[in-house]
Structures are given as C-alpha cells and as structure tokens.
C-alpha cells in the first residue's frame, strides 16, 4: 500500500510517519502489524505503532540517514505487510557466550525480535575490544 505524509519530528531525536488509518486497516493484520517499509529506495522491516490516537511508523537515525530523509518533508511511503520470519544475526561471540550458558539461551528464545536485535546491535556498535566483551557478558548475565 502506497502513501504520502510527512515525515515529522516526534519529540527528542525520534521521527514518524503517520499512517492513514486506511492503510492500516487495509493491511488487515491488527493495530501493530509488522510491515516492510521503502522510502525513497531505503527498505526496513518494523511495526506499525498506535501511538496518541493515531498510527506512526519510526524512521530511526540509521534509517533517516541511509534514505537521506529529514523531519519536515513529505514523502511516498510504500509499505506491505511483513509475513517473513524475524530472526537475529548473532555475533559470533555473542552466539558463543550464549552456546556456553544453557540458561541464557533459553532466556534468549523467549525474547522478542526487538529485544534481541537490542542485544546484538550493541555488541556490533562497540568499538572497543574491552567494551563489546562487556557488553556480551552483560547481556548473557541478564539472561542467565
């Protein structure tokens, strides 16, 4: 389903498109649907949100940059209902600390996509050694 809105700046650093409520409506998968969403050649997986009365699908920094958006301009939105399995790509030695701790594991299945992405992404962004082998033992200590 296709549409042209605004990219607006929601408050801090986040950023939203507001979705009709016909699209939503449209894609007949609830009131969160989990959708697949291109601008301007950019595409992302995510979830529609009803926040305040209304619908918002987030437009992340990392997503504002790689589709070179910026708050306060219109766009077209295409997005389409996002039926494939979310999985998480572990970092090797996040996949590792999480293979020696059954416990963790375990905890780690019962998380959510977001959740898990969480995890992994602040793992990738360290930029020290020293700082990404905390961040693996602080979030197997979290799940253990």
């Known amino acids: 389903m296709d549409f042209t809105t ?3 700046a929601t ?5 939203g498109f507001v979705v009709p409520d016909e699209v939503v409506e449209g894609l007949g ?4 649907p989990k959708v697949v ?4 050649g950019h595409t992302w997986r995510t979830s529609i949100a009803s926040i305040g009365g209304r619908f918002l699908l987030g437009a992340s920094a990392a ?3 790689a589709a070179g958006l910026t708050a306060g301009q219109t766009y077209p939105v295409s997005v389409e209902l996002d039926t ?9 030695d996040l996949a590792a600390a999480l293979a020696a701790s059954p416990e963790a594991a375990a ?9 898990q992405r969480q ?4 793992v990738r962004a360290a930029k020290k050694l020293e700082t990404r082998e905390r961040r693996v033992a602080t979030s197997v200590a979290g799940l253990g």
């Open 6 to 8: 605004d990219l607006e």
């Open 11 to 15: 408050g801090g650093t986040t950023t």
């Open 29 to 32: 998968a609830g009131r969160r």
């Open 37 to 40: 969403v291109t601008v301007q």
């Open 63 to 65: 997503v504002r940059e």
């Open 84 to 92: 494939a399995p979310r999985t998480v790509e572990l970092p090797d």
């Open 107 to 115: 905890s780690w299945a019962r998380l959510t996509y977001s959740q």
């Open 119 to 122: 995890h992994a992404e602040a």
